[in-house]
């Protein structure tokens, strides 16, 4: 836990003076950023968690309150080059034997990690003893794929960030290139030691002078196309892309599965536009939101009165020709629902080409979903609550929280509630409503429970008819309320 940040370093000799609360607390977070339930204890889950492949480099000093972290750290340029390190000078032992091409200043290095021949090696550096000890540490690209196969894996991995993006990629044969990629074994002199065919896989270094942009792989894992492949899909860290919590981004830290295919999670684009800008070939601009403004005279509410229209039973629905099931803000971006659909516009406004199924994105829901009545972002918990009939889930990154689904007579709701119409937290004084038919409640989030003196009738909110639909605080902090038959463009 200490070298994934989640325990602070400490002086060795008072390492055992760690206090059995702060190992617990450290277990929590560690279980909290993988979707494990967060119970402070070493369980069976947890161990096997510890022992999954994954990235070498910390999670928490990279991470934010909310999203996966946009480090300051990032290039100034848009136009990358990037090499798969091949040492460029040739020896020849004094044994008859291949030539190993390799820079004598890397071969020194390497000896050095090698502690057991240490020694005996410096005494034959150009021996055919050294050439036995040392045959597959010279070269840097993994012997198990081969050259020509690994370049191609790289540069299949570099495209999916280019395609969503406004970065470009150049291999080189540079030393100079902003990214070198290098297959590498135990203590390499980063400060990041391999662990042999264990857990971690690889890691990459944020931009910068020196290593900094650069990749280096465990080159003791053995490495085939498929675990390459995706492997090397998750070295963004080079970018300037911390870990995420999300489970099917490729800014997750723990390795899942050997699928070649390299694919971005919409996590990732937002991530990766918000660095770099939306390239020709990225996800398009989208129509703004079109939402009408009112003066309520109470609490300073919005509402919309649109024309409704009529959505084909089973058509995978347009999100500029169907009427909205729900409408929220969640991580700072706009979330469309439609039956098991969502869209998602980011603070630019753009919007997924095709719509996601609620169910491949939220892992958790133990029903089959065919629309969602409200949702909304707890703040300051990085969790967002979903409300469908009687029931609600409550979910970390993508991933519910045990214990769910929970009925809304648990939170204080009467159990005349059928259903929630719309929930949202108002910015201006931080406090959590919901609304149901002509009433409105609201919700103390400290205590998990229903206000005292609620419900009240939603008339109170001058302007707003009964039956609001989905309600939410936009980017410039004003407070929306629509009615039955907004779209979302």
Not at 42 to 48: E, G, V
Not at 341 to 369: A, C, M, S, T
Not at 422 to 448: I, L
């Amino acid at each position: 836990m200490v070298e994934f940040g989640y325990l602070p370093r400490s002086n060795p000799e008072i390492s055992n003076l760690r206090t059995d609360v702060a190992v617990k607390k450290a277990l929590s977070r560690l279980q909290e950023f993988a979707g494990l339930e967060a119970t402070g204890e070493l369980n069976d889950a947890t161990l096997k968690l510890m022992s999954t492949k994954r990235c070498g480099l910390p999670d928490i000093p990279y991470a934010r309150k909310r999203r996966s972290p946009w480090q300051g750290s990032t290039w100034p340029q848009k136009n990358l080059t990037y090499k798969l390190r091949n040492y460029g000078l040739e020896y020849l032992f004094d044994q008859p034997g291949p030539r190993i091409r390799i820079i004598e200043r890397d071969f020194f290095h390497m000896l050095g990690t090698y502690n057991a021949h240490n020694e005996a090696v410096r005494k034959h550096v150009w021996s055919s003893y050294a050439f036995r000890v040392l045959p597959s540490r010279i070269v840097s690209f993994t012997n198990h794929l081969g050259l020509g196969r690994t370049r191609r894996a790289v540069f299949d991995a570099l495209s999916v960030w280019s395609e969503a993006s406004d970065l470009t990629f150049t291999e080189t044969q540079d030393d100079q290139a902003d990214i070198l990629i290098e297959f590498l074994s135990g203590d390499h002199g980063d400060g990041y030691p391999f662990d042999g065919p264990n857990v971690i896989l690889a890691h990459a270094f944020f931009p910068g002078a020196g290593r900094g942009g650069d990749i280096h792989f465990d080159n003791d894992e053995i490495w085939t196309e498929g675990p390459f492949d995706a492997q090397s899909g998750k070295l963004n860290g080079n970018l300037g892309l911390g870990h995420s919590k999300v489970r099917n981004a490729l800014m997750f830290p723990y390795y899942s599965g050997f699928d070649r295919r390299v694919e971005l999670d919409y996590d990732d684009i937002i991530a990766i536009q918000k660095l770099y800008g939306v390239g020709p070939r990225g996800t398009p601009a989208a129509t703004d939101v079109s939402i009408a403004t009112l003066a309520p005279a109470f609490d300073n509410e919005t509402d919309d009165d649109l024309a409704s229209t009529t959505d084909e039973p089973n058509a995978v629905p347009d999100p500029c020709h169907t009427e909205i099931d729900a409408l929220s803000r969640i991580r700072n971006e706009i979330f469309a629902f439609k039956k098991q659909y969502f869209w998602r516009l980011d603070q630019q406004g753009h919007l997924v080409e095709k719509p996601l199924d609620i169910e491949r994105f939220w892992y958790g829901f133990n029903i089959n979903i065919t629309h969602i009545d409200a949702v909304y972002e707890r703040p300051d918990l990085d969790r967002t609550v979903f409300f469908i009939g009687r029931q609600f889930w409550e979910f970390t990154a993508n991933v519910a929280l045990p214990g769910y689904p929970k009925n809304l007579t648990e939170i204080g709701l009467p159990d005349s509630v059928e259903k929630i119409d719309a929930a949202f937290v108002w910015d201006y004084n931080g406090k959590t409503y919901f609304f149901s038919g002509d009433q409105y409640w609201r919700f103390d989030e400290t205590s998990n429970f229903i206000e005292h003196d609620y419900p009240r009738n939603i008339k109170i909110w001058s302007g707003v008819p009964p039956d609001v639909d989905s309600a939410f605080t936009d980017n410039s902090g004003k407070r929306r309320l629509h009615v039955n038959g907004i779209k979302a463009c």
